[in-house]
């Protein structure tokens, strides 16, 4: 499934800078693999609110292309309003700062993801167990096979909605500054600072006194800095 | 002004995690200092379309409370359709997973600013001006004065929108994991995996012989982990 084509809709086709498009659904994984957060907009009244989420992905459903789950308390207003709304959950990985001759050409190296879709509540015991796990091992892969089951308080005061990844566009920008050759200013300098994401040494709980777990030691959490190739 | 309190309104006001609210606007604006993008969602038709974003900040000015500013090509059909709606911006610095010994406990370290105001387009040719500097600015400090003047052009193909600091709502989310006291077990790991972001050397393009100057050499990109301290 994932080297299968974006194919755009009319609501996720890219309509400016079409030569940072990339229709390659690989890439679209990739950049969701990489993130540990995204940006979720949710309509409210007569206006969007975006917040950050943890988020997990089911690359083989049960949705079109796939699904990607997010989670949250069932007493967020927020989160309960994106019941069968459609709704925006962007994942931007920030790869580098473009800094051009000109400020016009300042530009950022980014891969980012945009899916648009109907936020369907996981009502389903199995798939709500599913989505929680994919979510914890989001970000350490293995992690929730390391835990005890959630209680049934836990997974009442819980929330959970799945987005099919069908409606995706994929965005990368990356390389060098693109300042006009004939524009060109050789005593101004113009480069490219590339930006990285690192993890620093576990800090352990006060409380926890088992030793550091190996998928928590190897985990990677490091994104795929893709600054340095073409654009 | 950064030592007056966020008053939330209405609509800026948080509702899930309260003891996360952070009230002090010097804390916004430290946030928005360290962040490099934003997230702009603005409404399209029955739904939001969230897209990444570089910004500047001018605390002091014209709007409320200061003005965060906004650009794109005028040519973008989702920036035109945000002149003058009410719009979301967000901004959150991811600082740390926070690993609990349950997975309903699992939770990020990070420092989230939620600005929502209306889209003013900035059509003042001084603001215009000011604003793309500022925007260059927040990247690397004092870059916008050693480029060329914008031409005639450049500003012409420009979009700024401003947008008023005045309904922000802080929240943060710092310390280790918060398993209950009566459901803890010593037997399985939980902490922080602290995450910061780092800039690598700069990578010079091939048409600039310049040197690289001590604005860009000495520019500070790493966001202030707060990670490690109290919650």
Known sequence: MTTA???????????????????DRAVLHRILDDALIAHLGVQA???????????????????????????????????????????????TELDGLVLAQSAFNHSMNYRCAVVIGVAR???????????????????VAGRSATLRPNTAKELAATAVFAVSLHEASVKVRAGGPGDEPNEQIPDTWAGVIPLRRVADAPVTADYATAPIPPEVAQCDLSAQNSAQTGR
């Open 5 to 23: 084509a974006l194919q755009p809709t009319e609501r996720s086709t890219v309509r400016r800078g079409k030569h940072r498009v990339v229709t």
């Open 45 to 91: 009244g007569d206006h969007p609110v975006v917040l950050p989420v943890a988020f997990g992905v089911d690359p083989h459903g049960p949705d079109a292309d796939g699904t990607l789950y997010v989670h949250g308390s069932v007493a967020s207003h927020w989160l309960r309003s994106a019941q069968e709304q459609t709704v925006c959950v962007t994942v």
């Open 121 to 139: 509540p996981v009502l389903d015991a199995a798939e709500r167990e599913r989505a929680l796990a994919l979510i914890v091992d989001h970000s």
